[in-house]
Every structure is written in C-alpha cells, then in structure tokens.
C-alpha cells in the first residue's frame, strides 16, 4: 500500500506537470495568435482613422489611405496562414470574426465613392475590430501561474486601451475636419474616452513594474501632452461652436501615442513569451524528476516485493506440497490402514508433523494448524470407519439372525406343506411360502450391503432355467413375468443363489415400473463365451440423467449410504455385480421402457454335458412348472413361456432357495393339474393310511395321458394361450373364481 501510494503520488506529480507543461503550450500559442491578430487590429484601427479624415474632406490623406489599406491585406493574410494551423476555441472565434469582415471591400468603395456616411463606416470597423478582439477571455489558460495570468490580463487592457486610442483618434479627426461637434459624435467621443481610461486605470492594476513605468514614459510625451491638450479643448465642445484645431496634428499626435502603445503590447507579449519559456523548462525538469521518482519507486516496489514475494513463496510451496502430499498419500494410506484393520480403533495414524512447524511466525501457526487437521481428519475417519465397522457388524449380524428365523420359518412351511391335504390350506401355505422367500430375500440384500456373502451355495453346477426360476420364485407379482426364451447353460453352483438374487431384483423393479395389465418378458441367450440375460419392462422410461445415475449403481461406482433407501435395488445389484464380475446396465427399449441387461462371463459358467440321444440346442417344449411359486408359473400352473431344458437335470427351485430338496415323486412335484386360486398347483392327497385326522380321502390318480408328437413353440405357445382362455370363460360362466 505504501508503495502504491507513493507510485500514485509521482504519477499525481507528472500529471500536474504535463497539464502545466500543455498549459504554457497553450498560452505560448495563444499570444502569438493575439499578437498576430492586433496587427490586424492596430491596420485596421489605422484605416479607420484615415477613412474618417478622408470622408470629413481631408483629400490629402488618399496616398495614406491606399497604404494603409494595403497593409491591412498582409496582415490579414497572415493571420489567415496561423488561424488554420490551430484547432481551438480562439481560432474558431477569430474565423467566425474574419468571416464577418467579408464586406470589407464593399464598405472601401462605398466611403471612396461618397455612397456611406462616417458614422456607418466607424460602426463597421468598430465592429470589425471588437469581434477580432473578443477572443482574449478564453478559458482559465494561465490560471496556474499568477505572473503568467496577470500578465495575459495585461496584454488584454493595454489592447483595449489601444483599441480606445484609435478609435478616438478616427472620431475626433473628422469633428475637427469639419470643425464643429455633432450630438451623436460628442456622445461616442465621451465613450470612448471614458473606455480608454478605464483600460489604462486597469493595466496598472495587473501590468509588471516595468511595463508600468513604460505606459508613464509614454503618456508624458509631446504628442501625448498635444493629444490630452486636444482632447480638453474638445470637451469644450460641446454647444457646437467651431473647433478650431488641426486634424492633421490631431492624428498625428494620437498616432504616436497609438504606436507607443502597440509597442508596451509587444513588451507584454514578449514577457509572456519569457514567462511561457519558463514555465515550460520547469514542467520539463519537473517532470523528468517526477518520472525519475516514479522509475525509483518503482524499482524500489519490484525489489521489496521481489523480496517479500520470496520470502512468503518459499514457506507456502513448502506448505502446498505436504499438504499435497498429505491429500494425495499420507491421509489414504492412514485411511486405507483404518478400514482395512480388523480393529480399526487401534489403528495407530503415525502422521509426520510439518517442518515448518519450529518456525516462530506466521507459517509455524498454518503448519501446526495443518497438522493439527491433519490429526482431526484422521481421528475423524477413525470414528467413522469404528462407527461404519460397527454398524456392518449390527446390520450383518441383524441379517444373519433375520435369515436364521426365515430359514426356520420356510422349512416349518414345508413341513406343514407336507402335511396339509385341503388345497386351499394348501395354496395359503404357498403363498406364506412366497411371502418368506421374499422375506429372506430383504435379508441377504441387507447382507450384500454390508459385504457379506450369500450363506446358500452349491458345489454342483446349476441351469440358467433354475436360477431364472428362483429369481422368479423370490418377487411379489411373478405372475406377471413372461419368459420368451432361455438357451441351455449351466451356473457355477457357487454363485447361483448370489445370480438370481440379482435377476429377482432387476425382475421386481420392472415390474414395479410397469402397468399393472402388462408383463414383463425376460430373455436369455447365450452370446459366444458369455451368456445374456434381457428383462423387458413396459413403463414410462427414465431420462438420461436419472439413468445414468442407476447405471453409476449397476456399476457399484455409488454407497448406499448417500442416497435414499428407495433405490436399495440397485445398491445390491451394484455390489453382486462387482463380486461376480457380472455387466449390469440399463438403456432404452426399441419401443418403450427400459431394458436391463446381464452379462454373466464365461468365468461364472460351467461347461455343459452333452445328454446322448438329444442334441446340445434343442427345439423349445413345456416343462412342466416347479411346485410352489417360485417356479414362475403362470394362472394355469405352467410356466408362460416354454423353456428348453436338455441338459443335467435342474435343481429344485426349492433346493436353490435355500429350502431342502424334496423326492421328485413327493407332493410337491406332482403332476400338472388344476391350480388354486392364486395360481399355484393344488397339492395330490396323501396315500391312505398317512393323512391327518378329518382330511378327505385321497382321489385317485388319473392317468397321465400318452406323449404327442413334437410341437413347435408357436404351436405350445397357441395351446397354452387357448387353455388359458377356456378355462377363464368356463369359471365366469359358472360364477366361481379360479382356484
């Protein structure tokens, strides 16, 4: 700020000597603008003078007259010649004042030729003479110097004064030409006198002491004695008696005091020239000590503020780079220390404290201060992975005591299921089966969140028609999902269960974004190496944003902890997909809503075993549905699409749920029949001899019928669709439900 202030102030200074230095120019021009143009003046004043003599009858004054005139003209021009190499104030007035004096010409040959009157012919150059002169008050030039000013004021009065003489001197040598005064040219000599005392009174006012003692040197000679004796006598005049003076001494006694005059107005001119001059060598020593000072500051500014910026640099790039380094490697290395411990509340930071800390000013107190975050940030993250550890724990251990109770719960379904014979009993115990499985569902998704593994593994290979049975088995409204197709291949057994915990959550948010009278259709094909699994929905859609944020969760790339829990689906989906090393995203339906697409990698596939008698890809024929609802059956107990089943013998979707395998010739396989009211095959009754007291008797076993030919899809796809139709028709029309 000092610095500033002092660069501010030198400029301040070399400003004010520039506006001093231009304003001496100015004035510099000014005068000799002025000089020039009362040469024109003092020509004109001297035509004036001795057209009045020549108009009153003095013919002796024609040789003079033509001289004078002729001079006129010169100056004239040369004050054309400096009027047009100057723009400003003063120029434009003296233009607009030459511009006025274009009659000129005409008003010579009328006083030569009789035709103006002398009256008409002093207005005129009076006129002439007082526009040229008007320009003097031009402005505030000079107001900066008291001598330069009073000597401007000088030059002015002695002008005017001058102006007064010679225009005395023209009145007064026609009066006495003719020899008597009139009332009009007694009135303009009183005004003229008065004038020119006035302009002599107020040029000792503000003249130098030299100039005073040249205007008393000039007023004390013979002419001007001869002039003031005229000018008493004149005075008495006025009663119109006869004047009996000489013109011609008259003019030339006036004359002389005229160019006594004009010669103290050349003095004036010439100091102010010399003042000009003066001025100007001072604003240019001025101004180079200025610019001198101003170059010293600021060198003097670079070399400080070398040196401070030097001193602060230095200490701050030492600050920036540990805290660089404490951003980029020493605060995540203790992080990564904290939440990889076991323990992390006994996870020891071990931060090095900065080296600028034993310093004693002010970088020591950002450096402690920076430690000091440092040590907060830290403590901070202990805190929270102690708390998130803790909470892990809580919800993992939640969960696993969540999934205890489910399992327990579905095996004493089962077990009730086994020994219910009434279907409708029947079809309620499958749908508390359902409601459990979705149960246990929410729990392991609570265990996936916190990093768990699904306890339900299998050390055999499983079909993609089984995991797709399962996802199916585990979501609410599974009536609804169409599968259209299903290519032969066979999941690791260890990751089944985690796979069709994903599908059954892609599944459940189709559905949930899809009307209520539409279905959801699933594909499944297999691509090369890996295997694609598509879930059609019919909803709205998503915009771009908010799909790109699910897809951000597909990934894994988001926690679950900064969103809302609305969007857990996802959250689970991401962290299945990132252990299983499966590609999960969502994008654009060709027509309308959304597809969700899986890729399981060739990794998470187990190679088929070709079954002799049937070949690796077969047509597409009805399975018959697993029992229960996870089997993805449909309101007539078979399954909405046909899949291709010829490989190893599936998994019970009982059995990949988690639930213990059951015979295949046990009730919960039997074969198709009718369906209960919710869509679920109706139960066989029990052999005679094992059913509960005050159950029906059992019904005999009809016969299968034998095996048909094979169909093609379109054909299975027709027959299914026209038994579906018949036997809602036939429930209408007999004004029951189906069961």
Known sequence: MP???????????????????????????LVELELSTQNLIHSLQRERSLTSALLAGADQYRPQVDAQRRATNTNRQDLDRLVATQDTASSRAINAALANMSTL?????????????????????????????????????????????????????????????????????????????????????????????????????????????????????????????????????????????????????????????REIQREVGDDIRDRVSSIKTDSDRGLFLYSLLAAA??????????YTFRSIMRPLAVLTGEAHDAAERRLPEAVSRIQSADDPGSVLHGLTQSSLSRRHDEFAEVAVALDHLQETAVRLAIEQAVMRYNTAESLANLGRRNQNLVRRQLGFITALEREEADPNQLANLFELDHLATRMRRNAESLLVLVGEHSPRRWSTAVSVGDVLRSAFAEVEDYRRVTLRRAD?????????????????????????????????EVQARSAG???????????IGMTPEAMATANARLRGEESFLISPTRDLGH????RLAQRLGLKVWLHDSPLNGVTARVIIPEAMLHPAEPVSGQQHQSQPVPVAAASGPGSGVGVNGMLSAPIPDTGPQPVASGALNGAQPRPQSGPRHAAPGTTTRNGLLKRQPKAAGTRRAGSRPPQPEQPRPP?????????????????????????????????
């Open 297 to 306: 500051t600021v060198v003097v500014a670079l070399m400080l503020w070398l």
């Open 105 to 261: 010409g005409f008003v010579r040959e009328s006083a030569d030729t009789g035709r103006l009157d002398r009256t008409q012919m002093l207005d005129f150059y009076t006129t002439a003479i007082v526009g040229l002169s008007g320009f003097s008050a031009e402005g505030d030039l000079g107001q900066n110097d008291t001598r330069l000013r009073r000597d401007l004021q000088s030059l002015h009065s002695i002008g005017d004064a001058k102006e007064a003489v010679a225009l005395e001197r023209g009145q007064l040598s026609g009066v006495f030409a003719q020899g008597w005064f009139t009332p009009n040219d007694y009135l303009r000599f009183t005004e003229v006198r008065a004038n020119k005392l006035n302009a002599l009174s107020r040029f000792t006012q503000t003249a130098s002491e030299p100039r005073k003692a040249d205007l008393a040197a000039a007023m004390k000679t013979p002419q001007a004695d001869l002039s003031l004796n005229f000018e008493r006598v004149a005075l008495d005049g006025a009663d119109g008696r006869r004047l009996k003076l000489s013109s011609p001494q008259w003019s030339a006694a006036m004359t002389t005091v005229g160019i006594d005059l």
């Open 3 to 29: 610095t500033s202030l002092l660069v501010m102030t030198s400029a301040f200074g070399v400003v004010d000597q520039l506006r001093t230095a231009s304003d001496a120019e100015s004035v510099s021009r």
């Open 529 to 539: 190496s890996d295997y694609h699994i598509a879930i059609v929905d019919q909803g």
């Open 488 to 520: 032969k291949a066979m999941v690791k057994g260890t990751a089944a269960a985690e796979i069709a915990h994903l599908l059954a959550e892609l599944v459940e948010n189709a559905l949930s974004f899809s009307p209520p009278d539409l279905a959801v």
């Open 571 to 574: 959250y689970v989906v991401g």
């Open 707 to 739: 095996a048909g030919p094979d169909r093609t899809p379109a054909e299975v796809r027709s027959m299914l669709d026209n038994f579906r139709s018949g036997f809602h028709s036939t429930e209408h029309v007999n004004g029951r439900e189906p069961q």
